[in-house]
C-alpha cells in the first residue's frame, strides 16, 4: 500500500458524459501527478499539481482538467467523454516537486 | 521521449536472481535512473533509484557501469510475485519530474 489512495476504483458512463476521478496523496506530500495507460499508448503524463498550483502539463487533452484543493487532493476531471477515453487513471505523489513519486491504486474508467 | 531500451521480456527461474538491464546512453550528469513495477493492472510500484553509485534496498539492488551508460536492476530471489512488466526511468534531478514509461520488460518468473 504506497498510502495513495484514489476514488473511484471503477467507473463505466456513456459517450459525452463528465466524470470526476478523485485522489488523496500520502500524508506530507505536497505534488501531485496524473497519468492515463491505455492500451494503445501505454503509461502516460498528463499534469502535475504542487502546493494547490499547476507545476507541469503533458498530454493532456483540452476536455481534460484537474485541481489540487488546499487539502491537498487533486480532481481530475473528464468532460464530453469518447470511446478513447476508456483507460486506467493513475494518480502519483511526491514530498516535494523532485522527490520520489508513489503511485495510487488506479481508477479504471470504462465509456460506452 | 524514451531514453532507456529495455528487453521487452524475460524469465527466470523462481529463486534465482532475476537480472533486468536496461540501457540509458544519453542520460546526463544530473539525470537519476529509476525503476518502477506494474503488476497485472496496479499502480506502478516504486523499486529503487540511483545517480551514480550502486544502490540496495530491500526489494532490490541497482548496479549502474561507471559511465552510467547502462544499469542492471537484481531481485536477488524472484518468487512469482515479482512476475510484472519492470520500467527503467530516467529522470532529472530538478525540473520536470513527470515520469517517462516506455514499453518496460515483462518478467515472467517461472515455477
Known amino acids: 500500500d504506497s498510502g495513495v489512495t484514489q476514488t473511484p476504483k471503477h467507473l463505466i458512463t456513456a459517450t459525452g458524459q463528465r466524470v470526476t476521478l478523485r485522489c488523496s496523496p500520502r500524508?506530507?506530500?505536497?505534488?501531485v501527478y496524473w497519468y492515463q495507460q491505455s492500451l494503445d499508448q501505454g503509461l502516460q503524463f498528463l499534469i502535475q499539481?504542487?502546493?494547490?498550483?499547476?507545476?507541469a502539463k503533458g498530454n493532456i487533452l483540452e476536455r481534460f482538467s484537474a485541481q489540487q484543493f488546499p487539502d491537498l487532493h487533486s480532481e481530475l476531471n473528464l468532460s464530453s467523454l469518447e470511446l478513447g477515453d476508456s483507460a486506467l487513471y493513475f494518480c502519483a505523489s511526491s514530498r516535494l516537486i523532485t522527490d520520489t513519486q508513489y503511485f495510487g491504486p488506479g481508477t479504471r474508467l470504462t465509456v460506452l | 521521449d524514451a531514453k532507456t531500451t529495455q528487453p521487452p521480456s524475460m524469465d527466470c527461474a523462481e529463486g534465482r536472481a532475476a537480472n533486468l538491464p536496461c540501457n540509458h546512453s544519453t542520460i546526463s550528469g544530473n539525470e537519476y535512473v529509476y525503476w518502477y513495477r506494474q503488476i497485472h493492472s496496479q499502480g506502478p510500484q516504486y523499486i529503487i533509484h540511483?545517480?551514480?553509485n550502486n544502490e540496495t534496498n530491500e526489494m532490490a539492488s541497482l548496479i549502474i557501469t561507471e559511465d552510467r551508460k547502462s544499469s542492471t536492476l537484481i531481485l536477488p530471489h524472484a518468487t512469482l510475485r515479482d512476475t510484472a512488466v519492470y520500467y527503467c526511468i530516467v529522470r532529472p534531478q530538478t525540473g520536470a519530474n513527470n515520469l517517462f514509461f516506455g514499453t518496460g520488460t515483462r518478467l515472467t518468473v517461472i515455477p
Open positions: 540511483g545517480l551514480k
Open positions: 499539481y504542487y502546493n494547490g498550483e499547476e507545476r
Open positions: 500524508s506530507g506530500d505536497l505534488s
